[in-house]
């Protein structure tokens, strides 16, 4: 099976209309579409990198607040600084972005601009048939563009000559990057709390680089939403690799081509590799795998239910850490007590956190920060 296509979909900087794009981005996935969202407020930094690190087919922006003609052309000229040339560009804006505008926006090697009254049908039309086939790699020496390259050709399973796969599925003990999973339900502040850890790496270590590869759910076949860069402010930034993964079909958490991207991640010179799973349930394990990460961090949010639910979740037993965020809500110290008299059956030395990662400076995430380093 053909593997699906990737774009980047996201709204400019000082344009908070996200409508039109939440809709589009929903054509897209329901047309077996990888769509990473990247939000609105967006700057020509951000896109690019989060392009290039992703390494979709295309970006593609919707327009309302005006200036189009520069930021497209923009975006273009820094896609071909960066050496990502094989990265296109295309978009919309309603009633904004004028037939006069289009042209000069192509000029500035903007694919195509779609106007108002276009069908969504047209739309992904376009990108299944514009997109969809396999591309040219233009050379280019930047270290990102070819990490980027290399996790595609592993997710999409495209490296296939035996000694590259051997160097390719090579022990991921080798690694050099301390490697940190983070799991936990689905709405329990996951990749806002990873986003403030990195702020915390990001201004203790002025040279230091990390990465982090993020889990979103997908059938196999199908579409799939990568949204986690949307909640990620800090992490925007030239000195975090971050890449976003469908499942694929898996179950559990993380993707059949976590471990591979995974192994060349660890040793491509990150301090460290955050891997964030899929918002998952009472039976999963994603990190027992061949020893995958040195450190497990259980996000939970105090809003579980009864005390009896928390005997069923098997990642209480097997955390290292244990963060209760959002906790100041007001179930949180019923859950602290509740969870601190559970990991006491376990009889190990596992932590127990409470966080509000939302709030800046807090100090349960530099309790985190400082087990994590
Ligand atoms: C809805 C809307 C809002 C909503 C936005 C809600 C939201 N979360 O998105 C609200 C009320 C919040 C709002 C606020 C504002 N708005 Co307003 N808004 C609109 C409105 C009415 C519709 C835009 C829309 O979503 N259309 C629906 C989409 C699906 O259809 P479409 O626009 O025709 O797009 C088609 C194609 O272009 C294509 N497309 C669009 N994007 C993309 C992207 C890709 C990748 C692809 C493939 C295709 C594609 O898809 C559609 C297919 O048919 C437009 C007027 C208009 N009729 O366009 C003004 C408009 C965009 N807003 C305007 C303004 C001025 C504002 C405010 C500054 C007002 C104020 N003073 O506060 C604020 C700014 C908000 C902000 N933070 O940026 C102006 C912009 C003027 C300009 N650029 O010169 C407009 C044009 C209204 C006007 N005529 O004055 N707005």
Request: hydrophobic share 35%; aromatic share 6%; net charge positive.
């Amino acid at each position: 099976m053909a593997a699906p296509i990737r774009i980047l979909t996201a709204v400019p900087i000082c344009d908070g209309h996200d409508s039109a794009i939440n809709t589009i981005n929903l054509e897209f996935i329901r047309h077996g579409i990888e769509v990473i969202y990247l939000g609105y407020h967006r700057s020509v930094g951000d896109i690019v990198r989060a392009a290039i690190q992703e390494d979709v087919r295309a970006i593609g922006i919707s327009s309302y607040n005006g200036g189009h003609v520069e930021f497209f052309g923009e975006v273009v000229d820094l896609l071909r600084k960066r050496g990502a040339t094989d990265i296109k560009v295309f978009g919309g804006g309603g009633g904004t972005i004028t037939h006069d505008d289009a042209e000069a926006m192509k000029h500035r090697g903007v694919d195509k601009i779609f106007f108002a009254g276009t069908s969504l049908t047209e739309m992904t039309d376009y990108v299944r048939e514009r997109y969809g086939k396999p591309r040219k790699r233009a050379g280019t020496k930047s270290p990102d563009v070819q990490l980027a390259w290399r996790l595609t050709e592993i997710e999409d399973g495209t490296r296939r000559s035996g000694r590259e796969k051997k160097r390719q599925t090579s022990n991921i003990k080798h690694r050099t990057s301390r490697v940190i999973g983070f799991t936990g339900p689905g709405g329990a502040g996951k990749t806002t709390l990873i986003d403030e850890v990195v702020l915390r790496f990001l201004n203790q270590n002025s040279k230091g680089r990390i990465a982090i590869l993020s889990h979103d759910p997908s059938v196999i076949g199908k579409g799939a939403l990568l949204g986690d860069r949307a909640a990620m402010i800090n992490s925007q930034n030239d000195r975090v690799f971050m890449r976003s993964m469908a499942t694929r079909g898996q179950a559990g958490g993380l993707s059949p081509a976590t471990h591979d991207c995974l192994a060349l991640l660890g040793r491509s010179n990150f301090d460290y590799v955050i891997i964030e799973t899929v918002g998952t349930g009472q039976e999963a394990m994603p990190f027992q795998k061949n020893g995958i990460v040195d450190l497990t961090v259980l996000v939970m949010n105090p809003d579980y239910g009864s005390r009896l639910q928390l005997q069923k979740i098997v990642m209480l037993d097997l955390a290292d850490i244990v963060v209760v965020n959002k906790s100041d809500l007001q179930r949180a110290r019923t859950a602290h007590a509740e969870i601190k008299q559970r990991l006491e059956q376990n009889r190990r030395a596992q932590r127990l956190i409470d966080t509000v990662a939302k709030r800046h400076r807090d100090p349960g995430v530099d309790q985190l920060f400082d087990l994590i380093s």
